[in-house]
């Protein structure tokens, strides 16, 4: 074979399979949505969902998908501020499994440190499990997407001093489970690490980001994740 029909079919190959794991790292999410079916996707945990901050992201990401995939996804906010995994063990069948969802992204970790609710790693990571598993009970199809999400600061942090552990948590359920996990938390910690006036203008309070770092440093990351783009 010709040398030049040789590289063309090693580009050919590349790019092949270059496109086998872009397809492979997608979530069914995305799948789905590419392939014109109608989802419903569920999101579930704290005030990092539920406040305005919250809002901002979920509904930017809501409108990118729609805007791509020719408004074929429904969001349901089930998330609710002051709330832990134990209040989503509680209130999993009302606000999740009765929504039938087709995907439910879940974070509760920031709550699940808070010492006043004497949560432990390991009582957060059976109800999380719990969750997983009675959401794959209603539907073994339906993706269960987790997230870590941001830092806690001054009395937030105080409050909440072993959050790393909890988000670890949530690293290793997603790699047992073999389910996408979207760690929001370098980016975070990035952002920290260029000071503490810098990361307070995206998050004021020291715990909820802002509307608008909601928009430009949450919900890029969740569709990037969700259509398999970033890492």
Same mark, same amino acid.
Request: glycine share 6%.
């Given at each position: 074979?010709? #040398?030049?029909?040789?590289?063309?079919?090693?580009?050919?190959?590349?790019?092949?399979? +270059?496109?086998?794991?872009?397809?492979?790292?997608?979530?069914?999410?995305?799948?789905?949505?590419?392939?014109?079916?109608?989802?419903?996707?569920?999101?579930?945990?704290?005030?990092?969902? +539920?406040?305005? %901050?919250? !809002?901002?992201? =979920?509904?930017? =990401?809501?409108? /990118?998908?729609?805007?791509?995939?020719?408004? !074929?996804?429904?969001?349901?906010?089930?998330? #609710?501020?002051?709330?832990?995994?134990?209040? %989503? =063990?509680?209130?999993?069948?009302?606000?999740?499994?009765?929504?039938?969802?087709?995907?439910?992204?879940?974070?509760?970790?920031?709550?699940?440190?808070?010492?006043?609710?004497?949560?432990?790693?390991?009582?957060?990571?059976?109800?999380?499990?719990?969750?997983?598993?009675?959401?794959?009970?209603?539907?073994?199809?339906?993706?269960?997407?987790?997230?870590?999400?941001?830092?806690?600061?001054? =009395? !937030?942090?105080?409050?909440?001093?072993?959050?790393?552990?909890?988000?670890?948590?949530?690293?290793?359920? +997603?790699?047992?489970?073999?389910?996408?996990?979207?760690?929001?938390?370098?980016?975070?910690?990035?952002?920290?690490?260029?000071?503490?006036? /810098?990361?307070?203008?995206?998050?004021?309070? %020291?715990? !909820?980001?802002?509307?608008? +770092?909601?928009?430009?440093?949450?919900?890029?990351?969740?569709?990037?994740?969700?259509? %398999?783009?970033?890492?």
């Amino acid at each position: 074979m010709p #040398k030049n029909k040789i590289l063309k079919s090693f580009s050919l190959f590349i790019v092949l399979m +270059a496109i086998s794991v872009s397809a492979r790292s997608q979530s069914r999410l995305v799948k789905n949505l590419a392939a014109g079916k109608q989802q419903t996707l569920v999101t579930y945990g704290t005030s990092l969902t +539920a406040a305005a %901050g919250g !809002h901002a992201w =979920v509904d930017s =990401v809501t409108h /990118a998908l729609n805007k791509k995939y020719n408004n !074929h996804l429904t969001t349901v906010n089930s998330a #609710k501020s002051a709330m832990w995994s134990t209040w %989503g =063990v509680q209130h999993l069948e009302d606000s999740v499994i009765s929504k039938k969802p087709d995907a439910v992204l879940i974070e509760f970790g920031m709550n699940d440190a808070f010492l006043n609710y004497k949560t432990s790693v390991e009582l957060a990571r059976l109800n999380l499990n719990y969750m997983i598993d009675r959401i794959k009970l209603y539907n073994p199809d339906c993706e269960v997407i987790l997230q870590t999400m941001d830092i806690a600061l001054d =009395v !937030h942090g105080e409050q909440r001093p072993d959050l790393l552990n909890y988000y670890q948590m949530y690293r290793e359920v +997603a790699k047992a489970r073999g389910l996408l996990l979207i760690d929001h938390y370098p980016h975070w910690k990035a952002l920290l690490d260029k000071g503490r006036d /810098a990361y307070l203008k995206a998050v004021p309070d %020291g715990l !909820h980001p802002g509307v608008e +770092a909601s928009k430009k440093i949450i919900a890029p990351y969740i569709v990037a994740r969700l259509e %398999g783009t970033a890492k």
